[in-house]
C-alpha cells in the first residue's frame, strides 16, 4: 500500500542548476499538492492540482512550475535553483469533491533540497 | 483569510503524564480543523478532525482534540504521554476553497513535543 511516493529523498544542487522532484500517488485521487516546509514555518502551498491536465497556483508559486498529465504523476520543477529554495519538499494528495472542506491529505515522505 | 497560531513552539512533558498542545484559528466561514503529526524524517499523518458533528473527537494513539467555537480553539490532549509520542504537531484549518471546489489548508507553525523518562 504505496500511498504517496517521493523521489529522490535528498538532493543537493548548485545555484543556477535546475531539477525535478517526483510525486506518484495509486489512491487515484483528484487532488494533488506541493508544499514546502521551512523551520518554524509551517506548510506553505506552492502549486495544486484539481486533476489531469489542471493545474494551478498556491501560496509560493514563484521559481516552480509543474504538469499534471496523468491522474498518478505530479512532478514539481525547480529551474535556476537559488538558495532561498533550501527546503523540505512535501507532495501530497487527497479525494476532495467541490465544496467538501473536510477531506484529509496524503503526505509524502518528504525531499529535503539544498541549494549551495 | 483563515489563519493558525499554535501557541507553543515547544512542549516537554515526562512519560505517562497529560498532553496539552494549544491551537487558536481564525475563520470567516464553519471550519474544518485538523491535527497532523510529523515524526522525524517522515510525511505527516492525520490524527484526527473536526468536521461539526460532534465537539469532542477522537483521533489515533489515544489523543483527542476538543472544538470551542466560543474560545476559537481546537486543543490537542492526551491523558498520557509515550515516548513514540515525541514528533512535532500541526494545527491545520480548512475553509476557503481552492479554484476548482477543492478545500485550502492552512498550517499552523508547529508544536514540538518532547517526552523525557
Known amino acids: 500500500n504505496a500511498g504517496v511516493t517521493q523521489t529522490p529523498k535528498f538532493r543537493i544542487l548548485k545555484i543556477g542548476q535546475s531539477m525535478t522532484l517526483q510525486c506518484a500517488q495509486d489512491m487515484n485521487h483528484n487532488y494533488m499538492y506541493w508544499y514546502r516546509q521551512d523551520p518554524g514555518m509551517g506548510l506553505k502551498l506552492i502549486y495544486y492540482?484539481?486533476?489531469?491536465?489542471?493545474?494551478d497556483k498556491g501560496e509560493v508559486p514563484n521559481g516552480y512550475n509543474v504538469s499534471r498529465s496523468t491522474t498518478e504523476d505530479f512532478p514539481l520543477r525547480l529551474e535556476l535553483a537559488a538558495p532561498s529554495q533550501t527546503s523540505v519538499y512535501f507532495c501530497a494528495s487527497s479525494q476532495t469533491l467541490r465544496g467538501q472542506l473536510n477531506t484529509e491529505a496524503f503526505f509524502g515522505q518528504g525531499t529535503r533540497l539544498t541549494v549551495v | 483569510a483563515q489563519s493558525v497560531t499554535q501557541l507553543d513552539s515547544h512542549v516537554s512533558v515526562s512519560e505517562g503524564t497529560p498532553v496539552l498542545l494549544r491551537c487558536n484559528y481564525s475563520s470567516s466561514y464553519s471550519p474544518s480543523l485538523f491535527w497532523y503529526v510529523q515524526h522525524p524524517n517522515k510525511g505527516l499523518q492525520l490524527l484526527l478532525k473536526y468536521t461539526s458533528a460532534a465537539t469532542l473527537v477522537k483521533g489515533i494513539n489515544g489523543f483527542e482534540a476538543e472544538f470551542k467555537k466560543s474560545e476559537t480553539s481546537f486543543h490537542l490532549t492526551k491523558p498520557s504521554a509515550h515516548m513514540s509520542d515525541a514528533a512535532e504537531y500541526f494545527c491545520?484549518?480548512?475553509?476557503?476553497?481552492?479554484?476548482?471546489?477543492?478545500?485550502?489548508?492552512?498550517f499552523g507553525t508547529g508544536t514540538q513535543l518532547k517526552v523525557e523518562l
Open positions: 491545520v484549518v480548512s475553509d476557503l476553497q481552492l479554484t476548482g471546489g477543492g478545500n485550502k489548508l492552512t
Open positions: 492540482s484539481v486533476g489531469a491536465g489542471i493545474t
